[in-house]
């Protein structure tokens, strides 16, 4: 051992070694973009996130196709909101916007728009009407089976805190937005359709806020005449509202497979394969997660 020591020693004093090591450029360049979170795939064309982000919800908004009128009054009115609650629980939020609270005290004729900022205030007021509209989804589909021990016992029913009253109180009880019997039946077979990424259930089963509030926007869209096409394009932007992060997501995972999120069927996005939360599970297994953490709750 010692005899080594002394040959390193002599070694180390007659020479020099200066070992450097460099990236070459073609190295350098492909360490880099796997490290970038915003680098494009040269074998996919994927899209960096911002770009998908600003593709699935524009900061813009999307206006409702929806006849509001005085729906919000007669929400207040009838106490399934009660804005005194309401206001009490967004005023730790920076309080209400003046333009959103008018949609509870006056009528409105034009048009309701959709924006990042004001998606959860509209997820309630739209989850008060869904769960206050007289509805034969509500009344006779799964919120009434048996074997969930009544339709009180729901993140959507027993988990609306803001109404004058127990929520179940007005459940399905008001008349709020009328429908024939062709627009009852178009709302029933595209709800069986639209699901959440929060759970596995479809809006037909609207047993959290979300597939509530999705529920109220099919009914009004179907009472002005909306169209089956039209219906499951505008609950996709509504979706990606609500679940930013998860659309943004999806949106790579097809940008990757060479579709653009303007080409995407909303119908088929919207199905179980993509949006319900198992489907959506097996998108991460195949890419990275959107770092943003937004989105709506289950909760007011």
Known sequence: ??????????????????????????FK???EG??????????????????QLAAVAPAEGVALPIAWSDIGKKLVENGVIDMAKLEQVYASRGGIPEADKRLLTESRDGAVVMTPQNSSYLLNVLWALGLGNK????????MRDPKYGGAGKFASTGGWSLAKGDAMEHYS???FIALTGEQQALVEKVSKN???????NSTYFPDCNHGMAMLGLLELMASTGKSEEEMYRVALRVNAYWF???YETIARFLSAKGIAWKDADPKEILGAEYSSGAGFRKILSQVEPSAGGGGASCGV
Request: contains cysteine.
């Open 34 to 51: 796997q490290g970038s979170g915003n680098a494009v795939s040269s074998s996919t064309g994927a899209l960096p996130a911002a770009s």
């Open 29 to 31: 360049k492909y360490v």
């Open 194 to 200: 639209i699901f959440r990424p929060c759970c596995g």
């Open 1 to 26: 051992m010692f005899g080594i020591v002394i040959v390193w020693l002599l070694v180390n004093a007659l020479f020099t070694f200066d070992l450097r090591f460099e990236k070459r450029p073609w």
């Open 244 to 246: 930013p992060d998860t």
């Open 173 to 175: 009880k008001h008349r």
């Open 135 to 142: 509805n034969q989804i509500l009344d006779a589909g799964p």
